[in-house]
């Protein structure tokens, strides 16, 4: 026997662990591939929807800068004021034009900028997404939720100078570093997701939830889950810097009911707003809207039947969260940061051609009319 074949080193094909990472880093590689893949398809489509309309556009990436964007791209380039008419950007979350003002020091534009923040979030959005789900689904479902994600109707605020991305991504990495029993992480992300959107203060009752999953499972208290403390100081901070800018803790309140019209409302009060809208044919503002009012009523109910306990609790507070208000909107947008929607869609359709099918055409359709709207300026939530 040859003395060296003792010492010879394993090959990957031997050893399962070594298997186990590189098929890992094939499947992420194939989902970042994916996303940047619908990137480039919704970046081209939209520049067509715009030029088959007028050739005096501005561009690939400034058609994209409307509504929302432009007060993120104020705030990232001007900061908070106090007076004049950029006092109504008070109402946006400051984690997301902080990051953008740090990569415009390497870009040079702020509209470049901004997208490669949501860029970059868009990419962790599906890696983290895919990996929360392997927690309790196969890799096929896993892969659909992300398929479903990118190609739903509102999708396309995911790539651009909106927060949906850097939101989601800090939700879903809060989520799997609670699945993971790392809660000093998820505390920091949780208090970052809380800087970024007022929802945010939703994960605090959500991570209770595994926690209290966890203590069922073990019976025991692990001190670690203090961590969870540092989640609400997102929103602390938020207060503190309406107080520096305005000298008011919660100016922010009075901006969204005066510009926004949006104040504190029982939920069946908005949501029939929203059916009214709907009877007056508004298409937008009324059908489109109650059509993810319902959407997203089914598949709270849906989830404290199918999904994890801590994932329903998310979905359920953000739905009374959206619906409590005397002026519902944007709804279709909200819905994107609901990820147990996707895994619902994932886990209803994996093994179903059909009905696979049927929502991945309806996805489509409804994705390329809603970023061809927004891309030409027209209201698309």
């Not at 003395?3 to 010879?8: F, G, K, L, R, V």
């Not at 893949?37 to 088959?52: E, M, P």
């Not at 709804?331 to 619902?344: D, G, S």
Request: aromatic share 16%; with cysteine.
């Amino acid at each position: 026997m040859n003395s060296s074949s003792a010492h010879e080193i394993p090959s990957p094909r031997d050893d399962p662990a070594a298997r186990s990472r590189g098929d890992l880093r094939r499947r992420d590689w194939a989902t970042v591939a994916l996303v940047l893949g619908i990137k480039a398809l919704l970046l081209t489509f939209a520049v067509q929807t715009v030029a088959a309309q007028t050739m005096a556009h501005g561009g690939w990436l400034q058609i994209w800068n409307r509504w929302d964007a432009v007060h993120y791209l104020r705030l990232a380039e001007k900061g908070y004021v106090a007076v004049g008419d950029s006092l109504v950007s008070l109402v946006f979350f400051p984690l997301y034009p902080w990051l953008v003002r740090v990569t415009e020091f390497f870009t040079r534009d702020y509209l470049v900028a901004a997208f490669v923040v949501s860029g970059i979030a868009s990419v962790a959005t599906a890696l983290l997404l895919q990996r929360l789900a392997r927690c309790d689904e196969s890799e096929a479902v896993a892969r659909n939720a992300v398929w479903f994600l990118f190609i739903f109707p509102t999708s396309f605020f995911l790539h651009i100078g909106y927060t949906e991305s850097l939101f989601l991504a800090l939700t879903l990495g809060c989520f799997l570093a609670a699945r993971k029993e790392r809660w000093a992480l998820a505390g920091l992300l949780g208090a970052a997701a809380c800087l970024t959107r007022v929802n945010g203060l939703i994960l605090l009752p959500a991570l209770a939830t595994e926690v209290g999953l966890q203590y069922w499972q073990t019976r025991r208290i692990n001190p670690r889950w203090l961590w969870l403390g540092l989640v609400p100081f997102g929103f602390l901070g938020y207060l503190w810097l309406n107080h520096e800018v305005t000298g008011d803790y919660f100016a922010f309140t009075k901006i969204m009911q005066e510009h926004w019209y949006k104040k504190f409302a029982p939920p069946w009060g908005g949501i029939r707003d929203v059916w009214l809208r709907t009877l007056g044919l508004n298409i937008n503002e009324g059908l489109n809207e109650f059509i993810a009012v319902v959407l997203i009523s089914v598949c709270a109910i849906w989830s404290w039947l199918r999904l994890r306990p801590s994932y329903s609790v998310w979905i359920t507070l953000n739905w009374l969260l959206i619906n409590s208000t005397a002026y519902v909107l944007s709804v279709p947008r909200y819905t994107l940061t609901l990820f147990p929607v996707f895994l619902l869609f994932a886990k209803a359709t994996t093994g179903r051609r059909f009905w696979f099918a049927m929502l991945t055409i309806w996805s489509l359709l409804y994705l390329a009319l809603y970023s061809g709207r927004f891309a030409q300026g027209l209201w698309a939530f």
